[in-house]
């Protein structure tokens, strides 16, 4: 029966483990002050990358910097997969225009030195309109859903969480992330984008996914700004492959809501607004299919065909409704 026992909290040990693997680029993990690419648990292109241990982090001050990430679950359970990236940018960043800053996102183990055509990700761009720091989908648009820039993001404490959605099929999957500013407290909402979300997923990245093998990688793509100091710099403490959703908004200040039920067939009763609050329905595409103003009665979503839907209202957190 001990033996047994033994067994069982072994067995329970590893799903444990398996729910998340992190890194902290400690020398107790293992790592030495080497480029990244040398030492374990991270692809050999990632050369540009440079571990400091007393710090416990990686940083680069070039241009298209890879660092791929070898570590992966071995399976996922439900539905979703996360990764999520602490990191900063250090310097002046003088830049004109829309500067794509850096890509955070997915890759599998069987195209790892593919290039974008074989990844998921989001852009972290730099929105010249306000100075801000603003997350942009795959195709370097804006996310139908709003998402709001994060300001005062050069040497704040920053957070990206990325998380894949994998459906019945490629073209029910799709990709949600969100900006945290951990210094300013501030957050981006949830962005969303889906209905296949690109040839990577379609072909490559769904084939093996519900297998756990699924990668997490971050890039940089501009960090010199051409003014000749060289003082831009960005430097990642930690990262995190999670089986599930790490998009909860338990880090910042919003409010919440809850639903009377989830599927839900033609009616759905909410609780926790407030009387005349506006909320709006978004498909997987991030088409605005309803807005309501909450007026305490059930809302009607019987012309709504079924499928996953997310509901979203200023001020609460974001929800994801699942139609019958």
């Known amino acids: 029966m001990k033996k047994l026992y033994t067994i069982i909290i072994a067995i329970f040990s590893s799903v444990v483990l398996q729910a998340q693997i992190t890194t902290n680029f400690s020398a107790t993990e293992g790592y030495d002050n080497v480029a990244l690419g040398i030492n374990p648990n991270w692809d050999n292109s990632s050369s540009s990358w440079f571990v ?9 001050s070039a241009n298209s910097a890879d660092a791929l990430w070898t570590k992966e679950l071995t399976s996922i359970s439900g539905s979703t997969v996360s990764f999520e990236v602490n990191f900063s940018f250090n310097g002046d960043f003088l830049h004109s225009g829309n500067a794509l800053m850096a890509q955070i996102g997915f890759y599998n183990q069987y195209w790892i030195n593919a290039g974008a055509s074989k990844r998921d990700y989001i852009y972290l761009t730099f929105n010249s309109f306000n100075d801000n720091l603003k997350i942009s989908n795959k195709n370097n648009g804006n996310f139908e859903i709003t998402t709001k820039d994060v300001s005062s993001w050069i040497d704040s404490d920053l957070t990206a969480k990325v998380s894949l959605t994998i459906g019945t099929s490629a073209a029910n999957s799709y990709l949600s992330a969100r900006l945290i500013n951990n210094t300013t407290n501030e957050s981006t909402e949830i962005g969303t984008y889906g209905n296949g979300i690109g ?20 890039k940089t793509l501009t960090l010199q700004d051409g003014d000749g100091t060289n003082t831009e710099f960005m430097g990642v403490s930690s990262v995190s492959l999670t089986n599930g959703s790490t998009l909860g908004t338990t880090d910042v200040n ?8 989830n599927p ?17 329905i978004y498909n997987l595409t991030g088409a605005k299919v309803d807005s309501y103003v909450y007026d305490g009665s059930p809302l009607n979503l019987g012309h709504l065909n079924s499928g996953v839907y997310f509901m979203e209202i200023p001020g609460y957190t974001v929800k994801k409704l699942i139609k019958k």
């Open 52 to 60: 400091n241990t007393t710090n416990e982090k990686v940083s680069t």
């Open 199 to 218: 040839p990577s997923i379609v072909n490559e990245i769904y084939a093996y996914a519900n297998n756990g093998h699924v990668r997490g990688f971050f």
């Open 254 to 261: 919003l409010s919440e809501f809850m639903l009377s039920q």
């Open 264 to 280: 839900v067939d033609d009616r759905l009763e909410l609780s926790g607004l407030n009387l005349g609050t506006t909320l709006s």
